[in-house]
């Protein structure tokens, strides 16, 4: 049986150092057999890799009426953020687990997408985190997931995302 960093690298990804969190707070939580995530942003190597809001149009500046002045970012590269975001998520379990392989349940993915007014293509940019959690986990994989437009998220980050997973001993 392969294990999760197996996976990881078969689906051509490599699990990262847990991302330094930017405020008060800690990188994950576990209760019981339950490991939450606090938000995970897309990082690499400490640095976001997009910043902005995702538009169905991003060549488009006016959006509905709306003159958008920041960085537009299109729905398959916000998608892309969403797996990198979720690749973090699984370093910050990494922090309170000894080992990934324990993880028996990918619970719940909450994905906040920050998007121009009128975006409604929440559900695709997330697939990006969801897929790549299908990949790590085929059979413990299918998840609950909640996927909310906001107007900003942190350090101007288009995707940030947390997960619920359960573990076991």
């Not at 500046?61 to 953020?81: H, P, S, T, Y």
Request: glycine share 8%.
């Amino acid at each position: 049986m392969l294990t999760v960093v197996q996976r990881l690298a078969n689906a051509g990804r490599e699990l990262p150092k847990p991302a330094t969190p930017l405020a008060a707070y800690v990188p994950a939580v576990r209760t019981g057999s339950l490991v939450f995530t606090a938000g995970q942003l897309p990082l690499v190597d400490g640095a976001l890799l997009a910043r902005g809001v995702v538009a169905d149009m991003p060549d488009d500046a006016v959006v509905d009426g709306w003159v958008i002045d920041q960085n537009l970012i299109d729905v398959e590269f916000a998608a892309e953020c969403a797996a990198v975001a979720a690749l973090n998520a699984i370093a910050a379990i990494g922090t309170v687990i000894d080992d990934l392989d324990k993880i028996v349940r990918v619970v719940k993915l909450t994905g906040y997408v920050a998007a121009v007014p009128g975006f409604t293509s929440h559900p695709q940019v997330l697939n990006g985190a969801s897929e790549l959690i299908g990949e790590v986990w085929p059979s413990a994989g299918a998840h609950a997931r909640s996927a909310v437009g906001v107007a900003s998220l942190p350090l101007n980050s288009p995707v940030e995302l947390e997960l619920i997973v359960e573990v076991v001993d």
